[in-house]
T-cell receptor, first 118, second 114 residues
Framework: NAGVMQNPRHLVRRRGQEARLRCSPM?????VYWYRQLPEEGLKFMVY????????ESGMPKERFSAEFPKEGPSILRIQQVVRGDSAAYFC????????????????FGDGTRLSIL | AQKITQTQPGMFVQEKEAVTLDCTYD???????LFWYKQPSSGEMIFLIY????DEQNATEGRYSLNFQKARKSANLVISASQLGDSAMYFC???????????WGAGTKLIIKP
C-alpha cells in the first residue's frame, strides 16, 4: 500500500495520559500536514512539516500539542495530558511539494486516527 | 467570515438521479484551487476532483463534474447517476495562492435512497 499510512486507527486514552499519533506519508512525499476534525465539522489545519522542520504550526494549540517529522521514520503528533475536548479524528495528509507548489496538487489523506478520551 | 460555505447540511436523493452539492467560496487571491473530498461512514477522506481558478473548462472525473462559476464564486459538485455507494459526507475545500493548507467547508451529508 503506497498511500498515507496512519496508526493507530483508533486510540483510547484516559484524561491526563499522552496520545501519540503516527503518519507515514506517501512514497516520494516530503511534506506532511495534520488536520483535526471534530464531530459534524470539516477539517481544521493544525501543522505543516517537512523533514526535520516545522513550517507552520499556526493551527496547533500552544500547549500540550507538538509535532515532529524526523529524518527517519514517521511524523508524530503528540498530545500530552489529554482532555475530553481532544476527542476528535486526526488526519494526516502528504504532498510532494509544499509552499512552492501550485494549487493543483491534491493532498492525499490517510484514514485518520480516531482519538477518544475517557 | 467563512471562506468555504456549504449551505446544505444534508440531502436525500433517489438512486440513479443526478445530485448537485453546493459550495461557495471567498477569496481575494487570483490563483486558487478548489477540491472536493468524500468521507464515507468508515471515515477515510477520498479526493474526488479539482478545479483551478485559471482552468477554462469545468473539471470532470468519471461521474463527478464540477460546475465552476468564477464570477459567482461557486464550485458545485455534480454527481451523475447516483449510486447507493455515494452515500457519504462531501467536503469542499480551497487552497489559496501559494498557500499549502486546505480550508474546509462544514460538509454535506448525502444519502442515496434505493
Amino acid at each position: 500500500n503506497a498511500g498515507v499510512m496512519q496508526n493507530p486507527r483508533h486510540l483510547v486514552r484516559r484524561r491526563g495520559q499522552e496520545a501519540r499519533l503516527r503518519c507515514s506519508p506517501m512514497k516520494g512525499h516530503s511534506h506532511v500536514y495534520w488536520y483535526r476534525q471534530l464531530p459534524e465539522e470539516g477539517l481544521k489545519f493544525m501543522v505543516y512539516l517537512q523533514k526535520e522542520n516545522i513550517i507552520d504550526e499556526s493551527g496547533m494549540p500552544k500547549e500540550r500539542f507538538s509535532a515532529e517529522f524526523p529524518k527517519e521514520g514517521p511524523s508524530i503528533l503528540r498530545i500530552q495530558q489529554v482532555v475530553r475536548g481532544d476527542s476528535a479524528a486526526y488526519f494526516c495528509a502528504s504532498s510532494p511539494r509544499g509552499r512552492q507548489d501550485t494549487s493543483n496538487q491534491p493532498q492525499h489523506f490517510g484514514d485518520g486516527t480516531r482519538l477518544s478520551i475517557l | 467570515a467563512q471562506k468555504i460555505t456549504q449551505t446544505q447540511p444534508g440531502m436525500f436523493v433517489q438512486e440513479k438521479e443526478a445530485v448537485t452539492l453546493d459550495c461557495t467560496y471567498d477569496t481575494s487571491d487570483q490563483s486558487y484551487g478548489l477540491f472536493w473530498y468524500k468521507q464515507p461512514s468508515s471515515g477515510e477522506m477520498i479526493f474526488l476532483i479539482y478545479q483551478g481558478s485559471y482552468d477554462e473548462q469545468n473539471a470532470t472525473e468519471g461521474r463527478y463534474s464540477l460546475n465552476f462559476q468564477k464570477a459567482r464564486k461557486s464550485a458545485n459538485l455534480v454527481i451523475s447517476a447516483s449510486q447507493l455507494g455515494d452515500s457519504a459526507m462531501y467536503f469542499c475545500a480551497m487552497r489559496e495562492g501559494g498557500n499549502y493548507q486546505l480550508i474546509w467547508g462544514a460538509g454535506t451529508k448525502l444519502i442515496i435512497k434505493p
